[in-house]
C-alpha cells in the first residue's frame, strides 16, 4: 500500500512539474486573416502542453503593440510594409511569404444595383469605408490604387470617403449595416457569400501578400520556432477559409 501511495505521488509531482513547464505564447496577427489563427492555435492548444493566444487587430496596429510591450512570438500579417517596419525595428528573426490577396470593394445588398463596377463608386451620395494607413494594410492599398487612376477619377472616389476604419472587421460591419455603401476589402475570402462585391480592374488593382514572421522578444524561442514550424505546416486551414496559400 506504501509503495502504491508513493507510486501515486510520485506520478502527481511529475504531473504538477509538466504543468507548471507549459508556456504561453503570443501570436499577433492581422485583423483580416484571424479566423484561421484561432482555427491554427485550437489545433495546436489541444495536441501540446503549451499554449497559444491569439491577439488580432489592423496589421500595423498589432506591430504597434508588440513594439510598445516588447511581448510576441508569432507575427502574421498584410502588406509587405509593415513587415519592413517590424524588420527595421530588429524584431524578426525570420519570415515567409504565405498568402496573396486580391483587394475588392463589398457592397451593401441595398446598393447591388446603384454600385456596379468601380467607376460607380464616384458618383455623388456614394458613402465608402477605406482604412487608417498609419494602422492597417487596406489604408495603404487604397491609396496606392487611388494614385493608379486618373485623377478625374480617383479624386471623385476620394471624396467619398466616409470612414477610416482600423480593421477589415470594421470595414465589413459598416458595409453589411448600411452605415456605407462600399467599402474595401483585403479579398473577397473575407466576405464570402455574406456581402456582393465588385472588383477592381487590374490596372488599377495592387495585390498583398501574407506574411508570417518568428519574433525575437520571444521568452520561450524553441517553443516559439515550433510554433512557427506548426503555423506553417497548417497553411491549408488558410485555404479552407478560401485564401490563396502559396506554395512553399
Same mark, same amino acid.
Not at 509587405?80 to 511569404?97: D, N, P, Q, T
Not at 490604387?145 to 485623377?151: A, F, H, N, S, V
Given at each position: 500500500m506504501r509503495k502504491f501511495f508513493a507510486l501515486f505521488i510520485s506520478f502527481v509531482l511529475v504531473f504538477l @512539474? *509538466?504543468?507548471? +513547464?507549459?508556456?504561453? !505564447? %503570443?501570436?499577433?496577427?492581422?485583423?483580416?486573416? =484571424?479566423?484561421? @489563427?484561432? &482555427?491554427? /492555435?485550437?489545433? %495546436? +492548444?489541444s495536441t501540446h502542453k503549451n499554449k497559444v493566444?491569439?491577439?488580432? $487587430?489592423?496589421?500595423? @496596429?498589432?506591430?504597434? &503593440?508588440? *513594439?510598445?510591450?516588447?511581448?510576441g512570438d508569432i507575427y502574421t500579417l498584410v502588406d @509587405?510594409?509593415?513587415? &519592413? =517596419?517590424?524588420?527595421?525595428?530588429?524584431?524578426?528573426?525570420?519570415? =515567409?511569404?504565405i498568402l496573396k490577396l486580391t483587394p475588392i470593394f463589398a457592397i451593401n445588398p441595398k446598393d447591388r444595383g446603384k454600385i456596379k463596377s468601380i467607376y460607380d *463608386? /464616384?458618383?455623388n451620395n456614394v =458613402?465608402? /469605408? $477605406? $482604412?487608417?494607413?498609419?494602422?492597417?494594410?487596406?489604408g495603404l492599398t487604397f491609396k496606392e490604387? *487611388?494614385?493608379?487612376?486618373?485623377?478625374s477619377l480617383s479624386s471623385k472616389i476620394e471624396k467619398n470617403i466616409n470612414v477610416r476604419c482600423m480593421n477589415? !472587421?470594421?470595414?465589413?460591419? %459598416?458595409?453589411?449595416? $448600411?452605415?456605407?455603401?462600399?467599402g474595401i476589402v483585403l479579398d473577397k475570402a473575407l466576405i464570402g457569400s455574406r456581402l456582393p462585391y465588385i472588383k477592381i480592374p487590374k490596372k488599377y488593382n495592387v495585390h498583398r501578400f501574407g506574411f508570417i514572421a518568428l519574433i525575437s522578444y520571444s521568452k520561450h524561442p524553441e517553443v516559439a520556432e515550433e510554433v512557427y514550424d506548426f503555423i506553417l505546416n497548417h497553411l491549408y486551414v488558410y485555404k479552407l477559409f478560401g485564401f490563396q496559400v502559396l506554395r512553399r
Open positions: @512539474a *509538466l504543468k507548471t +513547464n507549459a508556456f504561453t !505564447l %503570443y501570436w499577433f496577427t492581422g485583423a483580416g486573416i =484571424r479566423k484561421p @489563427a484561432l &482555427e491554427i /492555435a485550437h489545433l %495546436y +492548444n493566444v491569439v491577439i488580432s $487587430g489592423g496589421s500595423g @496596429a498589432v506591430l504597434n &503593440e508588440m *513594439l510598445q510591450s516588447k511581448k @509587405a510594409v509593415f513587415l &519592413e =517596419r517590424a524588420i527595421k525595428h530588429g524584431i524578426v528573426l525570420k519570415y =515567409r511569404k *463608386l /464616384a458618383k =458613402r465608402i /469605408a $477605406g $482604412g487608417n494607413p498609419h494602422t492597417f494594410c487596406l490604387i *487611388l494614385k493608379k487612376m486618373p485623377p477589415v !472587421l470594421q470595414i465589413i460591419g %459598416y458595409v453589411k449595416s $448600411g452605415a456605407v455603401d462600399a
